[in-house]
């Protein structure tokens, strides 16, 4: 049996590292199973979100921007 994994990628305003962590902790809070992470270098500040089942987009955003950055979803 194959396991659908279900994959967000967001561009984001995200300045640093620093930020990013404590973004990801937060990210992680709501989203326990999910894999989080960020990817600085590339030009858009990437965010990637990988889960095993539908990932809510709204609560990903919302989170963000409540932590004062934005998310775009690409």
């Known amino acids: 049996m194959m396991i659908r ?3 967000e ?3 984001t305003n995200v300045p640093g ?3 990013a962590k404590v973004l990801t902790i937060k990210l992680k809070a709501l989203l ?3 894999k989080i992470n ?3 270098d590339d030009c858009d500040h990437i ?3 990988e889960a095993r ?3 809510d987009v709204a609560l990903i955003r919302n989170c963000i921007l409540y932590h ?3 998310a775009e979803l690409l």
């Open 5 to 7: 994994t279900a994959v």
């Open 9 to 11: 990628v967001f561009k």
């Open 17 to 19: 590292p620093p930020v």
């Open 32 to 34: 326990p199973s999910a």
């Open 38 to 40: 960020f990817d600085l």
């Open 47 to 49: 965010l990637r979100v």
């Open 53 to 55: 089942r539908t990932i």
């Open 68 to 70: 004062g950055y934005e």
